[in-house]
């Protein structure tokens, strides 16, 4: 299973426009070749270089539910009409939330899950909840990152 985008290659900088102060809206992601018996799909994007200013790993958004045939995720996407389920962020959002590091540049992770059932866990809920309707179910995991700084 591979994960990509077409706004920035893996490693590079993030485009400014999809910073937390600019536009905020998520880029367009690429997904493909998951697992035959992939039921559903679930990304989650977070700031693991947040540990030292936060305290924690940072959640800039929390997806799943997807349809595993869907090829893209476009630019600004809206959940709303795409049949699947958005989490709440760190931000406080139910909605994606874009880098804004604190302290200097950060690496963001979109990390692409491929499950072998859809989950049952409510609009809203935190990445704990996420995880634990996940365990067990984790077919394949695909990782592609990106930079932003302030």
Known sequence: MELSSP????????????GYTADNVNPPLELS??????????LVVDDPDALEPAGKVWRHWLVWNVDP??????????????AAVEGENDYGETDYGGPNPPDGEHTYRF????????LDVPAGSMLDD?????????LEEAVYEG???P
């Open 147 to 149: 930079t932003y700084a």
């Open 69 to 82: 045939t869907r090829k893209r995720i476009p630019e600004d996407w809206s959940t709303d009409t795409a």
């Open 33 to 42: 070749d998951p697992p035959a018996e992939t039921e559903s799909l679930a």
């Open 111 to 118: 990390r692409l899950f491929a499950l072998d059932a859809e």
């Open 130 to 138: 996420l995880e634990r309707a996940m365990e067990g179910h984790v």
């Open 7 to 18: 706004a920035f290659r893996d490693g590079d900088p993030i485009p400014r426009k999809y």
